[in-house]
């Protein structure tokens, strides 16, 4: 029963070991911030979802970037539109919540939510991510 115990809590140990050695050395633990790609039909919709996530505090930041042509295979047919980039930078641990409730306010039936791990960056800019975005 202890060791299935130890095995359970393992990840919350490491992770509580991981954030006390960061606070104690001021570094930074690469992956805890992420960004996130959301692609929108246009600048409107794009607006709205950025100042949604915004108000729900699930990122520090969202960049709203100009049209981009896209071409997409979509139901076994080669489509061709234009579409608006956000860029939402926020904790990874943010991610699923971000993901969920984009894809209940986005209007595309599959829209695009991916992110990727922020390895390094400038230490003040994490830092302020973390200070924006609550913890969960």
């Known amino acids: ?3 299935t115990l130890l095995v359970l809590m393992y990840p919350l140990l490491q992770g509580l070991a991981v954030h006390l050695h960061s ?7 690469p992956g805890t911030h992420s960004i996130a790609f959301v692609n929108c039909l246009n600048e409107q919709i794009a607006r ?3 100042r949604a996530i915004m108000d729900k505090k699930l990122a520090a930041y969202v960049n ?3 049209k981009s042509s896209a071409l997409y295979f979509w139901k076994g047919e080669l489509e061709e539109s ?3 980039l956000l860029l ?3 904790r990874t641990s943010k991610i699923g919540e971000l993901s969920n409730y984009v894809r209940s306010i986005h209007p595309f039936e599959i ?3 991916i992110s990727l791990p922020i390895d390094q960056g400038n230490p003040l800019y ?3 991510i973390e200070e924006s975005v609550p913890r969960d």
Do not use: F, M, N, R
């Not at 606070?23 to 633990?29: C, N, P, R």
């Open 1 to 3: 029963e202890v060791l």
């Open 48 to 50: 709205d979802i950025a």
């Open 23 to 29: 606070a104690v050395t001021g570094s930074y633990i």
């Open 88 to 90: 939402v930078k926020t």
């Open 111 to 113: 829209p695009e939510i």
């Open 126 to 128: 994490l830092k302020w």
């Open 64 to 66: 709203i970037l100009p």
């Open 82 to 84: 234009t579409e608006i």
